[in-house]
């Protein structure tokens, strides 16, 4: 077999991961032994934001490597969507003072997609939306005659800046959101089927909030 | 709705992982999840010997499984043997990224996957999931199980209309069916239209399955070629592949698909010897070798190990083994000994068997030119087959093959003889059974029969006339027979009739070997002899 460093990286990447459940769920256990002891509440928020920051960068790690590797195909399968962003609500590990997060879709919706990409949007959707601060964030589901449906990730944070709004195209610059959005749109073109292919569209509700549109053909 | 500790509550359930802390955390999360009867196992040879033990609702497994077998295989002999019902549920956890992951047979599929890591939370969610739709498609499986496809087909029509969220889950066990009940253009029907909706695999190779089996072997190869483009782990498509060629009698490209096959898969016993036998049949032994080999391996501790991978397995070794001293040759008979010595051992009950393992010693003695030793193995041999009941013309066939080369090309002739009046050849035995004659040495019987003609001649002389006709009668049965042997049987015979009674078969006898040596020159030295027996045989005739 060809010395793939793809794979070798994945692999260890992989560990990693695995490692840092771990460490997050003791880190969980630790906030819930301690939540009535104030003086521990400053630097466990630290430990937590600041872990919980490493998690992602090692999912977009994972993301960057699995989109770009030269043999990529998604594993476009039969999945019960509830499933799959119930594992990414587990992975984020919210504290007590992340957001609520309601699934506003029928739990026995079932599609075909490649779950780890749709699992990559999902994770940065709900990122972008706690970093920015948002209380309520509402997942909902609208299904086309045609098989395909749209996942539509909002909140009632802030919303998009307009210069982000007015980029049609999603591109890597530097980090923070930007590399996430363009992960997300990655994930989805990886999707088609026939003539469509999926799709990212980020836009402002008029109420306020943002609203992320994922579709998947 | 169900809720998942009531559907794990006495349910008996197998959790497979090969690393102690996954297993026991797999088992804890279980208890806490509301099951209460719960085995681990370590290995595929573990977890196969807890199913034949006893009757799991659940199986779950981890698809990797180090250095054995994997969970693939796991659940393909669990569904083979019907040892894992229809209604219970397999599930199989995999890697993130499961990029090594194959997809098994259509009619062995997991029940669904869960992918590793997972929290307890994770495994609730998906398990409560898994649980709740096998719980749906329960009647259709009831019906399965029950082996009455009918049913599960009208099983399946219902629920379409019922669990409309379940109709691709549905439609996959329907197709199925469809093809188990020979149904083949309904199926062909099904899949065209699933495949409108969406390009799923499963339905490319259903739709490629029944094209096969309404002969459209072109398009069904073309549909494949396509598949295993889009999906390069989907190695059934090569199965497939490998049967049209076969059917097209292109033995080669069958032989290459399977080899594509097994470089993606390679710890599937049944393609395995599938690839042995047909590079075989091609003298492709090398392949053919190493896919026996692989089975050979792959099969010991399975449902699926039989006496065929050990025979084939030496069988193909053969190619190798020489009197020459070099490597290969030892290696070549070192393992082929072994290989029969195990299948002598596992199989010492069955007579077929160690017989058939007897021969293949006898040849790689021969191979490796130790002929008193070959020799006194096909004697073995022979004595083996003496105590089965209804040999078989392939055993006989062996049989003779293996007199042939130690030389007891007699013996070989009796057998041909034998294998001759049989009426159940098929036309590959009746090939083999021309080839094989066409080995023997007309010198060497001439000289067996020569032998058999003294004994006779001196049971003649001292007047035991009915040992000497039984003996010259198997010495004219060859028919390499000389003249004087003939001659000799004539004169026995017609000196019993005269001496003893007329026996009109007897006399029938002389007349036909009479006609075998037909008309005799005058110039040869046995002319009058032979008239005399023919007046004198003229004489009985006429007392007849």
């Given amino acids: 077999m060809p010395f793939d460093v793809n794979t070798l990286l994945s ?8 490692r840092m459940q771990a460490l997050l769920s003791a880190q969980s256990d630790l906030a819930d032994m301690l939540k009535d002891q104030p003086e521990y509440q400053a630097p466990l928020k630290s430990i937590h934001r600041n872990s919980q920051q490493l998690n992602q960068q090692l999912v977009e790690l994972l993301s960057i490597l699995k989109i770009q590797h030269t043999a990529f195909t998604p594993n476009i ?20 003072d992340g957001p609520t997060i309601n ?9 075909y997609y490649d779950e780890q990409l749709i699992s990559i949007a999902v994770h940065n959707a709900l990122i972008n939306a706690i970093n920015a601060g948002a209380n309520n964030v509402s997942i909902a589901v609208e299904e086309e005659d045609n098989g395909s449906f749209m996942l539509l990730i909002s909140d009632d944070g802030p919303g998009f800046p307009d210069a982000m709004l007015d980029n049609r195209t999603f591109n890597p610059q530097g980090t923070g959101s930007g590399l996430g959005l363009y992960l997300m749109s990655q994930a989805l073109e990886a999707h088609h089927k026939d003539d469509l292919k999926g799709s990212l569209t980020i836009r402002n509700r008029r109420e306020g909030g943002a609203v992320v549109e994922l579709l998947v053909p | 709705m169900l809720e998942l500790d009531a559907m794990l509550s006495g349910k008996r359930i197998l959790a497979i992982d090969d690393l102690v802390e996954s297993r026991s955390a797999m088992k804890k999360m279980l208890m806490i999840l509301g099951a209460s009867n719960v085995d681990v196992a370590m290995d595929g040879d573990e977890a196969t010997q807890f199913i034949m033990d006893h009757d799991y609702d659940l199986v779950i497994s981890d698809y990797n499984l180090g250095k054995g077998r994997d969970g ?14 229809a209604t219970s549920t397999f599930v199989m956890l995999t890697g993130e990224n499961a990029m090594d992951m194959v997809m098994g047979a259509i009619e062995y599929e997991p029940d669904d996957y869960i992918t590793k890591p997972f929290t307890i939370d994770v495994m609730r969610q998906r398990l409560t999931r898994i649980l709740r739709v096998k719980e749906d498609l329960r009647p259709i499986n009831v019906a399965i199980d029950a082996q009455n496809k009918e049913q599960a087909l009208q099983c399946c029509n219902q629920l379409l209309t019922e669990k409309p969220r379940l109709k691709n889950r549905i439609e996959r066990i329907k197709g199925r069916t469809l093809l188990a009940l020979k149904k ?27 094209l096969f089996y309404l002969k459209k072997l072109d398009a069904s190869n073309e549909l494949l070629e396509y598949t295993v483009r889009q999906y390069p782990k989907y190695v059934q498509c090569y ?11 292109n033995t080669q490209d069958a032989q290459s698909s399977l080899e594509r096959a097994v470089s993606v898969s390679p710890k599937q016993v049944l393609r395995q010897m599938e690839l042995g036998r047909i590079a075989f ?21 399975s449902c699926y190990r039989s006496v065929k991978n050990y025979l084939h397995f030496a069988e193909s ?16 008979s070192n393992d082929a000994f072994k290989a029969i010595d195990e299948a002598k051992g596992i199989y010492k009950e069955n007579p077929d068997y160690v017989f058939e393992a007897t021969l293949i010693e006898s040849t790689t003695y021969t191979n490796l030119g130790k002929e008193t030793d070959a020799k006194l193995t096909a004697e073995k041999a022979e004595k083996l087959m003496a105590k089965i009941t209804h040999p078989t013309a392939a055993h006989q066939l062996a049989m003779a093959n293996v007199f042939i080369a130690t030389k007891s090309h007699a013996k070989a002739q009796d057998l041909l003889a034998q294998l001759n009046a049989r009426t159940d050849l098929s036309r590959s035995e009746e090939r083999e059974l021309n080839r094989t004659r066409n080995e023997i040495s007309e010198k060497v019987v001439r000289e067996y029969t020569t032998e058999i003609n003294d004994k006779a001649i001196a049971f003649f002389e001292r007047g035991q006339l009915s040992e000497a006709i039984k003996l010259f009668d198997q010495a004219t049965s060859y028919k390499e027979a000389g003249l004087a042997v003939l001659l000799n049987a004539i004169q026995a015979k017609i000196t019993y009739m005269e001496q003893r009674n007329v026996d009109r078969e007897m006399a029938k006898h002389v007349n036909s070997l009479l006609d075998r040596i037909g008309e005799m020159p005058e110039t040869d030295e046995r002319y009058n002899r032979w008239t005399q027996l023919k007046q004198a045989q003229q004489r009985i005739m006429r007392a007849l």
Wanted: net charge negative; proline share 2%.
């Fill in chain 1, 77 to 96: 399968d039969e999945n019960w969507l509830c499933d799959t962003v119930a594992s990414v609500i587990q992975e984020l590990a919210l504290g007590p």
């Fill in chain 2, 184 to 210: 083949n253009e309904e199926a062909l029907a099904l899949y065209e239209s699933i495949l409108k909706e969406r390009e799923i695999n499963w339905a490319l190779l259903g739709k490629a399955t029944a």
């Fill in chain 2, 239 to 249: 199965d497939l592949q490998s049967k049209i060629y076969l059917e097209q009698k």
């Fill in chain 2, 317 to 332: 070794l053969q190619y190798k083994i020489s009197p020459k001293s070099t490597r290969d040759s030892r290696d070549g």
């Fill in chain 2, 72 to 85: 693939q295989q796991i659940l393909e002999e669990a569904r083979f043997t019907c040892r894992l019902k």
């Fill in chain 2, 281 to 301: 049949a091609n003298k492709d032994f090398k392949v053919a070798e190493n896919a026996f080999r692989q089975s050979m391996k792959l099969a010991r501790h």
């Fill in chain 1, 11 to 18: 692999s260890e990447l992989h560990s990693i991961k695995n």
């Fill in chain 1, 103 to 111: 699934l506003d879709f029928d739990h026995e919706f079932n599609g």
